[in-house]
């Protein structure tokens, strides 16, 4: 069964220092990967999708796919205050109607 | 863009009780999902529909009943509700593969 984490649990940046976050997958027939981002207290919102290896951007936000490592990244560029959340991966294994979720990422983004 | 309300926002709920969670969703999708949040487990899946009509046990389905009556509407169950249920709950809907999933805002349950 697939499984899915992510590293690290929690993480500080200064406003404006880039942020990378990590999401390791078990199945590399997966082809569907979801950056989603949670403010406190509000449901999730979807950030960058990503189905095939290489990079994705959306706005700030950049996932970066490398499926023989078995990994997918989210970069945060010039993050701001605003950008403090949790931060969620999910992927669903080839043909798969479901997504996996990460326990997720606690970004922290400093003044 | 797809609105998924859910409802209530927050409930307390007696050990043994009935618990019905709401979930209404207006861009006509046919898959909805019940998920289950806590930490350390990310989003949990508990059960899900195709459409009206259908429901399918996820991961973690058991002490969860799902029912579908029509396209836009998708209940979670509690027919005895436990401690071990207190969670924030997460209804989602999408369509078809390499789908988006539209997430509600979530329900805080606790079960004393």
């Known amino acids: 069964q697939q499984k899915v984490q992510q590293s690290p649990e929690s993480l500080t940046v200064s406003e404006g220092a880039m942020a990378s976050l990590n999401c390791t997958f078990s199945?590399?027939?997966?082809?569907?990967f979801r950056w989603y981002r949670q403010h406190s207290g509000k449901g999730l919102e979807v950030l960058v999708s990503?189905?095939?290896?290489g990079e994705k951007e959306e706005g700030s936000f950049t996932a970066h796919l490398n499926r023989a490592s078995l990994h997918v990244f989210l970069h945060i560029r010039e993050p701001q205050p605003s950008d403090s959340a949790l931060y969620l991966c999910a992927v669903a294994s080839s043909g798969s109607w479901q997504l996996i979720f990460g326990s997720g990422t606690q970004l922290t983004v400093m003044p | 863009e797809a609105a998924v309300t859910q409802s209530p926002r927050n409930k307390v709920a007696v050990t043994g009780g009935k618990v019905t969670l709401s979930c209404n969703q207006t861009?006509?999708?046919?898959?909805m999902y019940w998920y289950r949040q806590d930490t350390g487990h990310g989003l949990r899946l508990i059960h899900y529909s195709y459409g009206a009509g259908s429901t399918e046990k996820g991961d973690i389905p058991d002490g969860y009943k799902a029912s579908r009556p029509s396209q836009e509407n998708f209940s979670l169950i509690l027919e005895l509700a436990t401690p071990s249920q207190t969670s924030v709950y997460f209804c989602?809907?999408?369509?078809?593969?390499?789908?988006?999933?539209?997430f509600g805002h979530g329900t805080k349950l606790s079960v004393l």
């Open positions: 990503i189905f095939s290896d």
């Open positions: 989602a809907s999408g369509e078809g593969l390499n789908e988006r999933l539209f």
């Open positions: 199945d590399r027939s997966s082809d569907n």
């Open positions: 861009n006509n999708h046919n898959n």
